[in-house]
């Protein structure tokens, strides 16, 4: 079977702006993040409104990618969340409540590439 090297791509639009992502919806540039972003992927992601417990969630997952260099998986999530709502908030069921699909909806709402142990 013949190929035709054709590569599909995988984007939306958002103020005037292409924003290229892979074929699951996770932004495939980090640098192209902004919280207009992230509030246009929650929507898409059936969250309507982003909190402020969303928004720490959000920046802290951010920030340990940054330090990292990859997204936080089940164990280094939670750490990663504990610090900024505590341990109460930082528990699977309580984030599920703000984000249904869990740590890969955090991923994909903070500009992160999907943890992988989450597909």
């Not at 069921?93 to 999907?114: E, N, Q, T, W």
């Amino acid at each position: 079977m013949e190929t035709t090297g054709v590569m599909l791509m995988y984007y939306f639009e958002l103020n005037g702006y292409r924003y290229q992502t892979t074929e699951d919806g996770f932004i495939i540039d980090y640098y192209d993040w902004n919280k207009n972003v992230a509030v246009y992927i929650a929507k898409r992601q059936g969250i309507d409104e982003l909190t402020k417990v969303h928004w720490k969630i959000i920046f802290a997952v951010r920030k340990f990618y940054e330090e990292y260099g990859f997204s936080p998986m089940s164990r280094n999530f939670s750490n990663a969340i504990r610090k900024v709502v505590g341990t109460e908030m930082s528990k699977t069921d309580y984030v599920h409540i703000l984000f249904p699909a869990g740590a890969s909806d955090v991923a994909k709402i903070a500009g992160i590439p999907r943890p992988t142990n989450n597909r």
